[in-house]
Nanobody
Framework: QVQVVESGGGLVQPGGSLRLSCAAS????????MGWYRQAPGKQREFVAQ???????IYADSVKGRFAISRDNAKKMVYLQMDSLKPEDTAVYYC???????????WGQGTQVTVSS
């Protein structure tokens, strides 16, 4: 099995910063395109950012210029640096992992990010 675990969430003020981490473990032969999603109460889970195997990243319009996704293949880690946070960023953030030849998709348990004064 493959597992991903998020960490780094918390309460921050508007304009603040937070870095989320996603640690992958298990039977990983390759770590493919990885992503971050978020879900606010009463809303659908939405795409935030993704990064492919060679570091090409894509962002949702709502976070462009504020968030940065990165990865460390050797450590099997993915990060989401969040700057200039807004109350609208408040959500549970999930790491989406894609692994191995079969493209196994694995979701983390989520980490709460709350942006509030």
């Amino acid at each position: 099995q493959v597992q991903v675990v998020e960490s780094g969430g918390g309460l921050v003020q508007p304009g603040g910063s937070l870095r989320l981490s996603c640690a992958a473990s298990g039977n990983i032969f390759s770590m493919n395109t990885m992503g971050w999603y978020r879900q606010a109460p009463g809303k659908q889970r939405e795409f935030v950012a993704q990064i492919n195997t060679v570091g090409i990243d894509i962002y949702a319009d709502s976070v462009k210029g504020r968030f940065a996704i990165s990865r460390d293949n050797a450590k099997k880690m993915v990060y989401l640096q969040m700057d200039s946070l807004k109350p609208e960023d408040t959500a549970v953030y999930y790491c989406k992992g894609n692994f191995n030849l079969a493209g196994l998709v694995t979701w983390g348990q989520g980490t709460q990010v709350t942006v509030s004064s």
